[in-house]
């Protein structure tokens, strides 16, 4: 449909008839109807809960807004409940649902207490003494002159102070310019006639927030856009991103964090969109495709409260293994036994360090049927191929995509067990198959997909297909895909709309959960995500192009990911695809040596893409890319020392800059520049210039490698950088532990030898401490 700039057609999806190609008629269509939240009729306090009933006032079928005066109005509470610390919970529904306090999503720490609540006097008092919330209830003030228009109608005032601080007021918004033209509404829902039982039925609801004119919004996922999020709408709706450079997400997650140091948590895995001062700059909206809204408003006075709330509601990360923070090597695909040993030891004769070796798509039968078995022609002794590549200090990843193909050889077992999704019988059934937008580089034809909503399924999964692999000795299972699922399937405990952004945490959950029964490691490498999936690390990027755009679009979606509750991420180094030709153009060296400096400073590096990945293949560059290589594993005592401060707070290893400088009002603008950890702000160069401009925060910095020393709270604009060389900073009074010897894998590593390098004044750059250490 044709963009309106209306919000009942743009924002609330209600669909006007096309009366011809460049006009519209603003009849709604038929059935639908939209009812406006009036005043609160009535407040009460239940077991701690303030319940408000919020009487709803049906709309006549136009695009101006006008009451149905012939309508009975309904009423649907809006509960309000508060938890410590700085949480306030938003529930209403008027499809029936309960309140819960447990699910997939929702994993309560045990600081997360309820605080009972009171209603004096037009405030929510917690029994605590904070004031929480006011509902204003006062006739509006008029000085009555004209009767031109007519009256607005009646809105529910109410303002929350998640944090007990009355100078940050999150308001509901009644936005309108004049009674008729609303611009978004505080609460609404949506009715549908079914005509064929003569009944209405509760659909979409939406909630409207105040925003202020300066206000900047970040996080929603992996959003590859820019820092600020203000002026744009978005769905949320996992699917294949098919790279990084476009409104397709592969991990939506519905919690944004505002400027004005709060946070949203909206809880629900329905199809649904925020409009973050887009359809109105004076509103932040969210709309869901089921009638029920369930918020969390998380409260703090920085950026890591917030997010450390979101986390204490969904889950903390866990700690990944010590092994995973080396290097990664794989491309698009290894074929057999014999060729990926070749790489191995040729990794360790020129002296690569290397901890993990990734099997794609070519490791079955055929390549792309994924049957979870070794081909027994290339692969023919896969355990002993396994424990030849332990030996020399490698870990095997596979990987796995939760479809069963037509022609596998699981395919009847799946069917005739119901481990699958079955193609829909009943009439209404959702007709399109939306597998079939995934990213699909064989003519498999996927039969279903894996019911991880059907106990007996996920536990087929984890124990018939993952566990062999990992009795083996296969340590990690890359989960891939899980955006798109069979929508024209039934599946066991959910319908497919409800089921398509949880699926990823279901899937992700199962086989993280079986990885670490067997191997005591608990990881994955996975794609998609929802709300809650950071418990199941970790997460790297997606398809990217092998380009200056598809490195800086992969770092705003690291960025914002990391804001969204995201402790650790990863994205393949130097590029997934080439450009033009998919498959068969050759890479751009320059873009090769400087996303492998981008990636050394990330949580997890792998090497993966559509042709050659290993670096002797690029000779004038690979002395270059083997020093960076050698950085990451003297880096290694400090990304597990900041990792381990990341699983215990709110903190993601990429940092956006404004988590540590949020009163800076520049660095809710600047995507292009990260903390690493606590200690190194990283500035990498994404063009071929070799040059960039640089922003500093407030105070001193000192160039980690060379130890210059340059003033804060100001923009370097143009600064060269040689190929080989990143600008990574510090501050004055940083502790560094790093690794003091060169090694091979983290096998050869021993902790306890790790030596820490202050920041003093005395200090003069990395390279020279590294060449006191190799004349030793």
Same mark, same amino acid.
């Given at each position: 449909?044709?963009?309106?700039?209306?919000?009942?057609?743009?924002?609330?999806?209600?669909?006007?008839?096309?009366?011809?190609k460049n006009d519209y008629d603003p009849t709604q269509q038929k059935g639908e109807a939209l009812w406006k939240a009036y005043a609160p009729s009535k407040i009460s306090e239940e077991n701690g809960d303030i319940f408000i009933s919020i009487p709803y006032q049906k709309q006549l079928h136009q695009e101006d807004m006008a009451p149905d005066l012939e309508a009975r109005q309904q009423s649907y509470d809006l509960i309000v409940r508060a938890y410590e610390p700085n949480i306030i919970r938003l529930f209403?529904?008027?499809?029936?649902?309960?309140? #819960?306090?447990?699910?997939?999503? *929702?994993?309560? /720490? +045990?600081?997360?207490?309820? $605080?009972?609540?009171?209603?004096?006097? %037009? @405030?929510?008092?917690?029994?605590?003494?904070?004031?929480?919330?006011?509902?204003?209830?006062?006739?509006?003030? #008029?000085?009555?002159?004209?009767? *031109?228009?007519? /009256? +607005?109608?009646?809105?529910? $005032?109410?303002?929350?102070?998640?944090? %007990? @601080?009355?100078?940050?007021?999150?308001?509901?918004?009644?936005?309108?310019?004049?009674?008729?033209?609303?611009?978004?509404?505080?609460?609404?829902?949506?009715?549908?006639?079914?005509?064929?039982?003569?009944?209405?039925?509760?659909?979409?609801?939406?909630?409207?927030?105040?925003?202020?004119?300066?206000?900047?919004?970040?996080?929603?996922?992996?959003?590859?856009?820019?820092?600020?999020?203000?002026?744009?709408?978005?769905?949320?709706?996992?699917?294949?991103?098919?790279?990084?450079?476009?409104?397709?997400?592969?991990?939506?997650?519905?919690?944004?964090?505002?400027?004005?140091?709060?946070?949203?948590?909206?809880?629900?895995?329905?199809?649904?969109?925020?409009?973050?001062?887009?359809?109105?700059?004076?509103?932040?909206?969210?709309?869901?495709?089921?009638?029920?809204?369930?918020?969390?408003?998380?409260?703090?006075?920085?950026?890591?409260?917030?997010?450390?709330?979101?986390?204490?509601?969904?889950?903390?990360?866990?700690?990944?293994?010590?092994?995973?923070?080396?290097?990664?090597?794989?491309?698009?695909?290894?074929?057999?036994?014999?060729?990926?040993?070749?790489?191995?030891?040729?990794?360790?004769?020129?002296?690569?360090?290397?901890?993990?070796?990734?099997?794609?798509?070519?490791?079955?039968?055929?390549?792309?049927?994924?049957?979870?078995?070794?081909?027994?022609?290339?692969?023919?002794?896969?355990?002993?191929?396994?424990?030849?590549?332990?030996?020399?200090?490698?870990?095997?990843?596979?990987?796995q995509l939760p479809y069963i193909a037509q022609g596998a050889e699981q395919i009847t077992e799946a069917k005739a067990n119901h481990y699958i999704s079955q193609p829909c019988s009943v009439s209404g059934c959702a007709t399109v198959n939306e597998t079939s937008e995934s990213s699909n580089f064989s003519t498999l034809d996927y039969a279903g997909t894996i019911d991880f909503t059907y106990d007996k399924a996920t536990d087929w999964y984890k124990n018939t297909l993952l566990k062999p692999l990992l009795?083996?000795?296969?340590?990690?299972?890359?989960?891939?895909?899980?955006?798109?699922?069979?929508?024209?399937?039934?599946?066991?405990?959910?319908?497919?709309?409800?089921?398509?952004?949880?699926?990823?945490?279901?899937?992700?959950?199962?086989?993280?959960?079986?990885?670490?029964?067997?191997?005591?490691?608990?990881?994955?490498?996975?794609?998609?995500?929802?709300?809650?999936?950071?418990?199941?690390?970790?997460?790297?990027?997606?398809?990217?192009?092998?380009?200056?755009?598809?490195?800086?679009?992969?770092?705003?979606?690291?960025?914002?990911?990391?804001?969204?509750?995201?402790?650790?991420?990863?994205?393949?180094?130097?590029?997934?695809?080439?450009?033009?030709?998919?498959?068969?153009?050759?890479?751009?060296?320059?873009?090769?040596?400087?996303?492998?400096?981008?990636?050394?400073?990330?949580?997890?590096?792998?090497?993966?893409?559509?042709?050659?990945?290993?670096?002797?293949?690029?000779?004038?560059?690979?002395?270059?890319?083997?020093?960076?290589?050698?950085?990451?594993?003297?880096?290694?005592?400090?990304?597990?020392?900041?990792?381990?401060?990341?699983?215990?707070?709110?903190?993601?290893?990429?940092?956006?800059?404004?988590?540590?400088?949020?009163?800076?009002?520049?660095?809710?603008?600047?995507?292009?520049?990260?903390?690493?950890?606590?200690?190194?702000?990283?500035?990498?160069?994404?063009?071929?210039?070799?040059?960039?401009?640089?922003?500093?925060?407030?105070?001193?910095?000192?160039?980690?490698?060379?130890?210059?020393?340059?003033?804060?709270?100001?923009?370097?604009?143009?600064?060269?950088?040689?190929?080989?060389?990143?600008?990574?900073?510090?501050?004055?009074?940083?502790?560094?532990?790093?690794?003091?010897?060169?090694?091979?894998?983290?096998?050869?590593?021993?902790?306890?030898?790790?030596?820490?390098?202050?920041?003093?004044?005395?200090?003069?750059?990395?390279?020279?401490?590294?060449?006191?250490?190799?004349?030793?």
């Open positions: 449909m044709k963009q309106t700039n209306y919000h009942l057609f743009d924002f609330m999806d209600f669909s006007p008839c096309e009366r011809s209403t529904t008027m499809a029936g649902d309960e309140m #819960l306090e447990s699910d997939e999503m *929702l994993q309560f /720490a +045990p600081e997360v207490r309820r $605080l009972p609540l009171r209603f004096v006097n %037009g @405030d929510i008092i917690a029994t605590n003494g904070t004031k929480i919330a006011t509902i204003n209830l006062s006739e509006p003030v #008029l000085d009555h002159w004209s009767d *031109l228009l007519p /009256a +607005p109608q009646p809105a529910p $005032l109410i303002t929350f102070y998640p944090d %007990g @601080d009355l100078s940050k007021p999150v308001a509901l918004s009644d936005d309108h310019f004049s009674p008729p033209r609303y611009d978004a509404l505080p609460l609404g829902f949506c009715s549908v006639c079914r005509c064929d039982t003569a009944t209405n039925a509760t659909e979409r609801a939406t909630i409207s927030f105040r925003s202020e004119p300066d206000e900047c919004f970040v996080g929603t996922g992996e959003r590859f856009r820019k820092m600020d999020l203000s002026g744009q709408t978005f769905q949320m709706k996992n699917q294949d991103g098919q790279g990084v450079n476009n409104r397709r997400c592969y991990k939506n997650i519905p919690f944004y964090l505002s400027s004005r140091m709060y946070g949203a948590f909206f809880h629900t895995s329905d199809y649904c969109k925020f409009s973050l001062a887009d359809h109105s700059t004076r509103s932040v909206q969210f709309l869901n495709d089921h009638a029920t809204l369930d918020v969390f408003l998380i409260g703090g006075k920085t950026p890591e409260e917030i997010l450390r709330g979101y986390r204490m509601l969904t889950g903390f990360p866990t700690m990944p293994p010590l092994w995973s923070f080396g290097i990664w090597m794989s491309r698009m695909t290894y074929f057999s036994a014999d060729e990926v040993e070749e790489i191995c030891d040729r990794l360790r004769s020129e002296h690569y360090p290397c901890d993990v070796i990734h099997l794609d798509t070519g490791w079955f039968r055929t390549d792309w049927l994924c049957e979870w078995k070794f081909n027994p022609e290339r692969f023919p002794d896969p355990q002993a191929f396994i424990r030849r590549l332990a030996q020399k200090g490698f870990k095997i990843s596979l990987w009795d083996m000795g296969i340590k990690c299972i890359k989960t891939d895909f899980g955006e798109n699922i069979h929508m024209d399937h039934s599946y066991h405990a959910s319908t497919p709309e409800r089921l398509n952004n949880l699926y990823a945490l279901l899937y992700q959950k199962a086989a993280y959960e079986v990885t670490k029964e067997v191997t005591g490691d608990g990881i994955i490498w996975a794609r998609a995500a929802w709300a809650g999936a950071q418990r199941y690390p970790l997460h790297w990027g997606g398809d990217s192009e092998s380009s200056w755009a598809g490195m800086a679009g992969s770092l705003k979606g690291g960025l914002h990911f990391g804001l969204s509750g995201f402790a650790f991420w990863s994205h393949d180094v130097p590029g997934f695809h080439s450009t033009p030709d998919f498959m068969n153009s050759p890479l751009d060296e320059k873009v090769y040596v400087r996303w492998t400096q981008f990636g050394v400073f990330t949580s997890h590096i792998r090497y993966h893409g559509t042709c050659k990945r290993e670096p002797w293949h690029y000779p004038t560059i690979a002395p270059i890319v083997k020093r960076w290589w050698n950085l990451r594993y003297r880096l290694i005592p400090y990304i597990i020392e900041q990792s381990q401060k990341a699983c215990n707070s709110g903190l993601p290893m990429i940092q956006a800059l404004l988590i540590r400088h949020p009163q800076d009002h520049q660095v809710w603008h600047i995507d292009d520049e990260y903390y690493f950890g606590q200690e190194f702000l990283v500035c990498p160069v994404m063009n071929s210039e070799n040059r960039r401009d640089i922003y500093l925060p407030e105070g001193l910095w000192i160039n980690f490698f060379t130890g210059e020393r340059l003033e804060g709270n100001r923009w370097y604009d143009g600064v060269e950088v040689p190929l080989d060389e990143m600008p990574v900073f510090v501050r004055p009074g940083a502790n560094i532990p790093l690794y003091p010897d060169e090694v091979n894998s983290t096998d050869d590593m021993d902790l306890s030898k790790s030596i820490t390098i202050s920041i003093t004044r005395d200090y003069k750059g990395l390279k020279s401490i590294v060449k006191t250490l190799q004349s030793k």
